[in-house]
């Protein structure tokens, strides 16, 4: 079987940069029997130190402060964008522009808008586009969409959906580029729901209207030094800025199926520290499932009966995926693997030329339903998914 050969650019090289380095590197360990070979090419990152570090921590053969030379690179074939949302825009639409396929790191943009403008570049220059929603390649999450979709579960009545995090919850945490508007945009709309909304379409299918409402809970923080940390790093000394986006929000969904819903998202909640999950609900059972405790799920089968209840599930290489990190049940994974899972994905569409998901058009149908949470705002009332214009 020949080999393919595909030349990875990364522009941003911050933790989800090294992140993603590790994803690509882990390809041919973790899919041996895959054909695809991504060769770490050029890596660019603002700080000059923090691109070299990462050349030579990962083994590109090119390092740059300027993220522009990653497009004009001729062995780049695919561009991995890990910035900051409000260089989304500039750098994706540019990307797609230069003829390379491009994974771009959530929400896409700081706003729908953004959003959408990008998707829609993307469309028109005919490339190859992947969105870093990890939390859909858990086995246990795999595993739930088999038995929604074999039937198992019956007609689904109900899902809740949530991502709550406390990243945020010390009042000492920095003033990081998450928390500000004209960095961010959308606060826990843009970094939390992204995920919780992508992973409810997935599951049970797309969303007909929403309401919503946000709060922001923590109103100053102190102010973070450029290019040091990160979203976790506190300090207690020096001067404060207002937070100029949400820290909470929450949503009433209803599916074109008919599904009744929930969404529910929060980055200072105390208590859960990385807990994405969902709990549905159908005519003949129900399933759970939380990221805390990524490699199982429970699982209530109503032809159980009489013993009523849920059963603990571990993940094991009868699911979806796990067998490619481990053999046995109950070894888990963890999230550098679900990385690399990804990374796998969007090489072999990259490679057959056939675009998988999720790409720009189920990040659109994400960032069509935070336009409506945020219209929601303003009327109080339900609003209908449109299309952005």
């Given at each position: ?113 953004e959003t ?11 490339v190859i ?207 550098d693997d ?52």
């Amino acid at each position: 079987m020949a080999t393919r050969k595909i030349g990875i650019g990364i522009i941003g090289m911050g933790w989800m940069g090294t992140v993603h380095s590790r994803a690509y590197r882990a390809i041919p360990d973790r899919f041996p029997a895959c054909d695809i070979v991504p060769e770490l090419i050029i890596c660019a990152d603002e700080q000059e130190a923090r691109a070299e570090k990462a050349r030579k921590r990962f083994g590109f053969a090119e390092c740059t402060t300027d993220w522009r030379q990653v497009l004009s690179h001729p062995e780049v074939d695919v561009v991995n964008i890990a910035t900051p949302n409000h260089l989304h825009l500039e750098q994706a639409t540019a990307a797609v522009a230069a003829g390379k396929h491009v994974l771009c790191e959530k929400p896409v943009g700081r706003n729908p808008e953004e959003t959408a403008a990008i998707a829609h570049a993307a469309e028109k220059a005919g490339v190859i586009t992947w969105v870093g929603f990890n939390y859909r390649w858990p086995p246990a999450v795999q595993r739930t969409l088999e038995l929604i979709q074999d039937g198992t579960l019956g007609q689904l009545t109900h899902y809740r959906g949530w991502f709550l995090v406390g990243y945020a919850s010390d009042p000492y945490s920095v003033l990081s580029w998450r928390l500000q508007e004209d960095l961010a945009g959308m606060g826990a709309l843009g970094d939390l729901m992204s995920h919780a909304a992508d992973m409810a379409m997935m599951l049970v299918g797309p969303i007909t209207r929403v309401i919503g409402q946000r709060e922001t809970f923590i109103k100053e923080r102190p102010v973070a030094t450029p290019g040091q940390g990160d979203h976790y790093t506190t300090n207690k000394d020096g001067p404060t800025a207002p937070v100029t986006n949400e820290d909470y929000v929450s949503a009433l969904v209803r599916f074109q199926n008919g599904v009744h819903g929930t969404l529910e998202t929060c980055r200072v909640i105390q208590g859960p520290q990385s807990e994405i999950g969902f709990s549905i609900h159908g005519t003949k059972g129900s399933i759970r499932w939380d990221f805390e405790r990524m490699n199982e799920f429970e699982l209530y089968l109503a032809k159980d009966e009489p013993e009523r209840g849920y059963r603990r599930v571990m993940t094991g290489p009868q699911h979806p995926l796990h067998a490619h990190f481990s053999p046995g049940a109950g070894i888990g994974l963890g999230y550098d693997d679900l990385k690399a899972i990804e990374a796998f994905h969007f090489m072999q569409s990259v490679a057959r030329g056939e675009q998988g998901e999720p790409g720009f058009e189920q990040v659109l149908a994400v960032a069509e339903v935070q336009s409506a949470i945020k219209r929601s705002w303003a009327s109080e009332s339900w609003e209908h998914i449109k299309p952005i214009d």
